[in-house]
């Protein structure tokens, strides 16, 4: 069974016979949307070679902490860390673990586990008697006390002849394994789901433009975090600086609300879920000028008319097995206005957010949003992350969505 599994995975090679699996399991991880930096212990070279794992991965193999050559350059061990979504050290040798345990840092690949973050997974590989030592066993025990996730042993034959347990897991069951502790147990996952981010722009002429000051921060959070969990995410963004390159998001920009509605129109019968989080313009110039409006011209009144309310057509002809969510960003009244954006839109969940909350709204990397949903109490949330809100906020609408 393929999986899906849209992450940057960290993969460590240790030395062991084990590694010349290792090129089979890039390949499988690659095939299910992941992206994969190598890096290797000094030893594991003697197994597979760099070229190999830097072929089917498609980026360069790390090895080094510093560079060999005079230049001063060197592989950023924190940097590594921070980018992985996931670390997982296959195979993991005796020696590897037993390091690890201690907090030995004696090569790249062990100042990577020492700065990260992300979830940590070990696929432990080693002759039968090796694997049963008593301080073998120790420094698993630790690890997992730490929080470190084991991916087998498996049992079978091993390379010294012997049968039973210590042989790597097959790099497919490896896949599976990291699908269900990172993304099985998500109802999004493989759920269609349409994000809505940014602002609009509505042109006045070919030079200026009707706005706001949204940066989209939430919204590709939301697809972020959405993909994280196994989503096919269909991104509908309005001019941004931010770029989105996580594997499960499909991107597609746009810079009116006529032309947001227009792409809308076209994904939302086919999606599962929607979250409108795009601070759509709710105004248009009636008639833009077809050429630059001169500073000396003589201007008269500038006409306006409503753009067309994507969220209220979304809602009017949402099916029974789709669910929608919407923004509403207020300045008063902003719990009475929010109800009634949820009852008037036929909204299953409204994401309130207020400009008199301090380090919330446009331009920000924080938010301070209030969650309603019919028949239910709203639940406040602090101010914290856009991406730890993204985080809140799926995991509220999980809950509204049925057991699988």
């Not at 109802?187 to 722009?201: D, E, F, M, V």
């Not at 601070?279 to 000396?296: Q, Y």
């Not at 960003?329 to 400009?355: F, I, Q, W």
């Not at 995991?395 to 049925?402: A, G, M, Q, S, V």
Request: a neutral charge.
């Amino acid at each position: 069974m393929e999986h899906a599994l849209p992450r940057k995975i960290l993969l460590g090679v240790t030395g062991g016979i084990a590694a010349y699996k290792i090129p089979y399991l890039v390949r499988a991880l690659v095939k299910a949307g992941a992206e994969v930096q190598v890096v290797m212990t000094p030893s594991a070279h003697d197994f597979v070679t760099p070229l190999a794992l830097a072929t089917v991965s498609k980026r360069p193999v790390l090895s080094e902490l510093f560079a060999r050559d005079g230049s001063g350059r060197w592989n950023d061990h924190v940097h590594l860390a921070r980018w992985a979504d996931v670390m997982l050290i296959a195979p993991a040798s005796a020696n590897t673990l037993g390091k690890m345990a201690q907090g030995l840092c004696d090569n790249l690949l062990l100042a990577c586990y020492l700065s990260a973050e992300c979830p940590v997974f070990v696929a432990p590989a080693m002759d039968l008697e090796m694997y049963r030592d008593a301080g073998v066993q120790s420094n698993l025990a630790a690890l997992k006390e730490r929080g470190v996730r084991t991916i087998g042993p498996a049992h079978g034959e091993l390379a010294s002849g012997l049968v039973g347990e210590g042989r790597m897991t097959e790099p497919d069951d490896i896949v599976t394994a990291l699908h269900q502790a990172l993304i099985g147990s998500s109802k999004l996952a493989g759920k269609r789901i349409l994000i809505t981010a940014g602002p609009t722009q509505e042109a006045i002429d070919p030079v200026r433009y009707i706005g706001n000051r949204s940066t989209g921060k939430m919204g590709f959070a939301l697809a972020e975090e959405a993909a994280w969990r196994g989503a096919q995410v269909e991104l509908v963004s309005g001019p941004v600086s931010l770029s989105s390159d996580r594997a499960g998001i499909t991107r597609t920009d746009v810079v009116s609300a006529a032309q947001m509605a227009e792409a809308c129109k076209t994904r939302f019968p086919s999606c599962d879920i929607a979250i409108a989080s795009a601070a759509v313009a709710d105004w248009r110039p009636a008639d833009p000028a077809s050429s630059k409006m001169k500073k000396g011209a003589a201007l008269g009144a500038l006409t306006l008319e409503p753009t067309e309310d994507i969220l209220a057509w979304m809602g009017g002809v949402k099916t029974a097995a789709q669910t929608l969510v919407g923004f509403a960003l207020e300045t008063d009244n902003e719990m009475a206005h929010a109800a009634g954006k949820l009852t008037r839109k036929n909204l299953d969940l409204v994401v309130l957010n207020s400009l008199r909350d301090a380090g919330a709204g446009f331009g920000h990397d924080t938010n301070q949003v209030t969650l309603l949903t019919p028949n239910n109490d709203p639940e406040a949330l602090p101010l914290m992350s856009k991406a730890a809100v993204a985080q809140r906020i799926l995991d509220r609408l999980e809950t509204l969505l049925p057991d699988a």
